[in-house]
């Protein structure tokens, strides 16, 4: 007879994610995971069956909350250009907010795992690709607008702008202060 779980999955999965953003899939041992997240191996092991499962489980209930809030706002925008300017601030105030300088779990695997794991560099290049291709919508969206210049398509501009925000996380995660990533999106946002 199988035996119940004895703990959340969704609450446990959310502990692996901060784990995993703070130390690294290479540098979270079994132990590691076994103390934070307070289940046993064999739970863990039976769970997950390794490592690997768990990192990717983790990375996508975080993709499904952060990458589905900025799809939503991108999807549902009226003023593309305001989107735009909130996605891109909003990185400067998770910044801020993030005291331990962890960066975005998505573009810390990206540089940690993508070249080397290919289920892995699938996840991202999907998540990037989905982002990708909300910001060419509201690109286009801003054109029709007159909000945003028509000089480049709409998917190069979106491309800048993805490319931003990945070149904004690395900076903040290296150490730039608010006014330098005020600089850069000053910037990003008079090329559009």
Not at 5 to 23: I, P, R, S, Y
Not at 160 to 165: A, C, E, Q, R, W
């Amino acid at each position: 007879m199988a035996r119940n779980k004895d703990f959340d999955e969704d609450e446990l999965l959310g502990k692996a994610v901060d784990l995993f953003w703070d130390k690294g899939y290479h540098a979270t041992s079994a132990q590691d995971l076994v103390d934070e997240l307070g289940i046993s191996r064999s739970s863990l092991y039976n769970t997950y069956t390794d490592k690997k499962t768990l990192f990717s489980k983790a990375l996508r209930q975080y993709q499904g909350k952060n990458t589905s809030a900025v799809l939503t706002l991108l999807n549902n925008t009226e003023n593309p250009a305001e989107a735009i300017k909130q996605v891109l601030y909003g990185v400067i105030r998770e910044s801020e907010e993030d005291k331990f300088t962890k960066g975005c779990f998505m573009v810390n695997t990206a540089i940690e795992l993508s070249s080397h794991d290919k289920e892995i560099a699938d996840l991202v290049s999907q998540n990037n690709q989905s982002v990708e291709d909300a910001l060419t919508s509201v690109m286009e969206k801003g054109q029709h607008q007159g909000q945003f210049k028509t000089a480049l398509p709409a998917r190069a501009l979106a491309r800048f702008i993805f490319s931003t925000i990945s070149g904004l996380r690395v900076s903040a995660r290296s150490g730039a202060g608010s006014n330098v990533l005020e600089d850069i999106v000053r910037v990003a946002l008079s090329a559009l």
